[in-house]
Nanobody
Framework: QVQLAESGGGLVQPGGSLSLSCVVH????????MSWYRQAAGKQRDLVAS???????NYADSVKGRFTISRDNARNTMYLQMNNLKSEDTAVYYC??????????????WGRGTQVTVSS
């Protein structure tokens, strides 16, 4: 059993910054790929950024140069530093992780999401 818990969302003014965290809990052997997605009201869920276990990153064009994804493998934790936030960044942000459990098996797991609202 694996659980993902996001934290760090909230309300911020345009141009401001927020930092999100995602911790993976459970019967973990190792966490492989991790990623952040977001879903604005009435829209589909889209990939924001991803990071491999080795640290290779990928970003959506809309956030390049503003967002930074990182992870701490020892703590099974992923981060998203968001700078120069815009109103169009408003969404529920979800973390996703591919986890090898101690059973062993491979699970593709999602968190419940954290709301980010960018508004003056």
């Amino acid at each position: 059993q694996v659980q993902l818990a996001e934290s760090g969302g909230g309300l911020v003014q345009p141009g401001g910054s927020l930092s999100l965290s995602c911790v993976v809990h459970g019967s973990i052997d190792r966490v492989v790929d991790m990623s952040w997605y977001r879903q604005a009201a009435g829209k589909q869920r889209d990939l924001v950024a991803s990071i491999s276990r080795g640290g290779i990153t990928n970003y959506a064009d809309s956030v390049k140069g503003r967002f930074t994804i990182s992870r701490d493998n020892a703590r099974n934790t992923m981060y998203l530093q968001m700078n120069n936030l815009k109103s169009e960044d408003t969404a529920v942000y979800y973390c996703r992780a591919q986890v090898v459990t101690t059973v062993p098996s491979m699970l593709d797991s999602w968190g419940r999401g954290t709301q980010v609202t960018v508004s003056s």
